[in-house]
């Protein structure tokens, strides 16, 4: 009882005078009233400037476990347009996506702003480990010409299993078309360059 005592005599005296009345009326049976009172832990720590609001009514949302849903719903979207074929500079579903197309369009169904050309990636986002993908991250990669260091190709990660990780895209290759493939394929290791993940 004195340590709580003493807790809310610091809170009132870091408290302005709106909320020093305001705690006091609202706690006035704990200070000035010697009767003993069970408070928890988690009740104690309530005790602010902002102690007026019910903490019943504070949302404490689960970051993580809405960014892996998220995440979850982005490469759902995502497999939905397995097959729609490759077409250069399209980001139209009904006609065909190019890679960064592809990406644009995915993105910005859940609100994202992305680059609408491969090479602007290079600079965008939040580079990651590729051992610390995330399924929703992005694997950035050159072009076809292993002689340019120009970004030439997107994908979004799907499964996770770092180096081993499968991406789905838009290839312009033999799957001409939106495809899943492995990260662990010579054709994409040797022409990765980074992770980055824009989700958070």
């Known amino acids: 009882m004195k340590n709580l005592g003493f807790l809310l005599i610091l809170s009132l005296l870091s408290c302005s005078k709106t909320d020093q009345s305001n705690l ?19 009740d104690s720590a309530e005790f602010s400037c902002n102690s007026n609001r019910d903490p019943s009514k504070v ?25 729609v074929p490759y077409l250069y500079g399209s980001a139209d579903p009904e006609n065909g996506f ?19 050309s ?14 610390n993908v995330r399924k929703g991250d992005l694997l950035i990669f050159n072009g076809t010409d292993l002689n340019s260091p120009e970004i030439g190709h997107v994908g979004i990660v799907l499964n996770v299993n770092g180096t081993n990780s499968e991406f789905i895209h838009s290839s312009s290759g033999k799957a001409n078309g939106v495809t899943v493939s ?17 989700i958070d």
Not at 24 to 42: A, D, H, P
Not at 63 to 79: G, L, P, T, W, Y
Request: with cysteine.
């Open 118 to 131: 491969s090479k602007d990636f290079f600079d965008f986002g939040k580079e990651i480990s590729v051992e």
């Open 24 to 42: 006091k009326n609202q706690y006035s049976e704990l200070i000035f009233r010697k009767k003993e009172i069970l408070v928890s832990t988690k």
């Open 98 to 116: 190019d890679c960064s197309g592809f990406i644009n369009y995915v993105y910005r169904h859940f609100g994202y702003e992305v680059p609408r």
């Open 182 to 198: 492995s990260l662990s394929e010579p054709h994409y290791s040797a022409r990765f360059v980074k992770a980055i993940s824009v």
């Open 59 to 83: 949302e404490k949302p689960n970051v993580i476990s809405n960014s892996n849903k998220e995440r979850q719903q982005i490469v759902d979207f995502a497999q939905k347009f397995l097959g």
